[in-house]
T-cell receptor, first 113, second 116 residues
Framework: LAKTTQPISMDSYEGQEVNITCSHN???????ITWYQQFPSQGPRFIIQ???TKVTNEVASLFIPADRKSSTLSLPRVSLSDTAVYYC??????????????FGQGTTLQVKP | GAVVSQHPSRVICKSGTSVKIECRSL??????MFWYRQFPKQSLMLMAT?????????EQGVEKDKFLINHASLTLSTLTVTSAHPEDSSFYIC????????????FGDGTRLSIL
């Protein structure tokens, strides 16, 4: 399974755009890139998933360059409630490998007023 | 809304007790579910893969006789922590993936287990 590397922590202010970059140099052809958000004492919550190029939903955008060795989660206009740990994961959704995910350290985002 | 339900959300019990945690997929069938453990200020650690109708696959270092997993139906997996001790106190989280190519995993809200 591909290993991911993210910054351990980031600080931002309310209303700013936050970009969190994740490196996954050993990503395999079948791997998808998925981002989760976790608040204390809660399970991770799905944010966004992509395979290549750009994906956008109502809460975030995901940018994936052509070589897919990294990805960037973009959170527009963050608020205090976006303070959480953000995990980048890569995993195979299409093989008999069951699609298990291995979590890295994640990025602790602190949004300040 | 939630697609994976986990119960109970919190358990406090005495050392030596066995504790069962349930993980249910809501409105979809999950042939595979996953169990994680998370200690304070640490990331999630995959414990095992729960396979419907067959034995669970445990990650290296996880004692299968200590953490019993049963996946008897397509919507329910259970994790039983047998003869729990204070060092088993942790946050246990399950997940399941909706069927279909490229579907992400969805996680339950976790179970806080405290062994006195």
């Amino acid at each position: 399974l591909a290993k991911t590397t993210q910054p351990i922590s980031m600080d931002s202010y309310e209303g700013q755009e936050v970009n969190i970059t994740c490196s996954h140099n050993n990503i395999a052809t079948n791997d998808y890139i998925t981002w989760y958000q976790q608040f204390p004492s809660q399970g991770p919550r799905f944010i966004i998933q992509g395979y290549k190029t750009k994906v956008t939903n109502e809460v975030a955008s995901l940018f994936i360059p052509a070589d897919r060795k990294s990805s960037t989660l973009s959170l527009p206009r963050v608020s205090l409630s976006d303070t959480a740990v953000y995990y980048c994961l890569v995993g195979d959704k299409g093989s008999s490998n069951t699609g298990k995910l291995i979590f890295g350290q994640g990025t602790t985002l602190q949004v300040k007023p | 809304g939630a697609v994976v339900s986990q119960h109970p959300s919190r358990v406090i019990c005495k050392s030596g007790t066995s504790v069962k945690i349930e993980c249910r997929s809501l409105d979809f069938q999950a042939t595979t579910m996953f169990w994680y453990r998370q200690f304070p200020k640490q990331s999630l650690m995959l414990m095992a893969t729960s396979n419907e109708g067959s034995k669970a696959t445990y990650e290296q270092g996880v004692e299968k006789d200590k953490f019993l997993i049963n996946h008897a139906s397509l919507t329910l997996s259970t994790l039983t922590v047998t003869s729990a001790h204070p060092e088993d106190s942790s946050f246990y989280i399950c997940s399941a993936r909706m069927p279909g190519q490229g579907q992400p995993q969805h996680f339950g809200d976790g179970t806080r287990l405290s062994i006195l």
